[in-house]
């Protein structure tokens, strides 16, 4: 049976301290002052984790209200058409 790689995960949200975080295999990292600065890590982050993973890597940023307000995908878009 072959094993399927899941899609890595980067969360970005509010550190609940004024700054912002990413969430990542159940670690944080930051503090970040900005979410443009921590969006900005965590794409890089997913650059690189998406050439290794087949299933690709999403950045997910959390508002403070705890919604998902968007979604960036690299490699495998799980929502791409089956064609």
Do not use: C
Not at 8 to 22: E, F, S
Not at 37 to 49: G, K, L, Q
């Amino acid at each position: 049976m072959e094993s399927k790689m899941a899609r890595i995960q980067y969360v970005v949200g509010p550190n609940g301290a004024g700054g912002w975080r990413i969430s990542y295999a159940e670690k944080e990292f930051g503090p970040y002052r900005t979410q443009g600065e921590a969006i900005s890590a965590a794409v890089d982050a997913a650059h690189r984790a998406a050439a290794e993973n087949s299933e690709g890597a999403q950045v997910v940023l959390q508002g403070a209200d705890g919604l998902f307000l968007t979604e960036w995908y690299y490699g495998k878009n799980p929502y791409s058409s089956k064609s």
